[in-house]
């Protein structure tokens, strides 16, 4: 049993308020077949559509076997649409790039059918609308009235207490309006079929019942429900669902339909990725590059480490605060100052230190040293101990080999790193070439 209640749907379109059903109550029967007929635009569609729940009344109530659904939730409707209801439009609403077979078999993959009784029961439904041969055509290979038996076979399938039928020879010349009528009054005889008509002599011929609406309101009722027994009939539904497998099926197939789109996308997303992937690894290449220089360029510039050490900033600082000192004290009149420039400038000597060269020693020539070892080009250790060497052996006799007279003579002798620029290293360095 269906009840309408009092049934308001606005619209709004800009300011103004369309009531396109407005305070509609009847009452349908479980078996019978009702004509909704009225004029263009009196709100047909929209009754239908909230009645199959495919649109949400405004206000007022819609009771199925003796239930509100006022508190039905976005599941119930779902089970509602899927188990209890089959649709049947003015246009067919076919999928046009599938066969009929799989246009029929849609509606069960929702209810989550086994692959097998899918197909049973669709073959049976078309069947039943005389297309058994023509199973394997697509819609746009068939006729206007060929497509509504297949699409009246796709509201069958799911066996549903109610057909809901919108204008289902809206666009079928008259001779094949009757044989789809034919079949629908065939299908009345056991469930209540609602269908909306503009064709008044159908109506009459076929249905059983005949409500005329008006601006959303209905002006009259071949066949009122007297009375309603209001018992709650609750039935146990099964929740619409589907496997991942025909999930996953389904979308393989929607691809396969467009292959010039999926194959263009996929080239496009492609050609992003490895776009990418070729930015990361430029990227990464010339930053191993600016290392490589870096450590090549720092190897050519000789570090020196030595026992002892002197802050040489805080020896500046202690000079620049002497001058400062001298400064002011020109400043005070007639009074002489002192100025412990002596002690400042022995104090930052004493803050020098020391650093520990023979545990560094050891570090180098450890495995951890490796890491220092593997990017210098040379480490050289000297003792500060300087011997005095002669060749007996030269051409002009004794000559002095160690320190070289040559850069003494020029006056460098001070200055090891000059000599090793001469390539002049001392006889008592220990030099490791580790590359
Ligand atoms: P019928 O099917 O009887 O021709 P409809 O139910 O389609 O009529 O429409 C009834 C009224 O509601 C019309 O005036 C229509 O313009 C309006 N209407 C229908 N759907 C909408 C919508 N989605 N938005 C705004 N107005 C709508
Ligand atoms: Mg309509």
Redesign the pocket.
Known sequence: MLQCKNIVKE?Y?GDEI?H?VNGLSVTFRDNEFVSIL?P????????LNIIGGLDQYTSGDLIINGKSTKEYTDKDWDTYRNHRIGFIFQSYNLIMHQSVLKNVEMSLTLSGVPKEERKKRAIAALEKVGLKDQINKKPTQMSGGQMQRVAIARALVNDPEIVLADEPTGALDSETSVQIMELLKEIARDRLVIM?THNPELAERYSTRIVRLKDGKMISDSMPVKEVKEEAKEQKLKRPSMSFWTALSLSFNNLMTKKGRTLLTSFAGSIGIIGIGLIMSLSNGVQDYITRVENDTMADYPIELKDNTMDMSVMMSAMMDMQDETEASEMEDGKITTSKMVESILDSISSSKTNNLAEFKKYLESDQGDEFTSTAKAIEYSYGMDMTVFNSNSDYGLVRVSPNELIDKLGFSQMGQVQSAFGVSSPMNQEIWTQ
């Open positions: 619209y379109s369309v396109a009225g263009s635009g009196c709100g047909k569609t929209t009754f909306v």
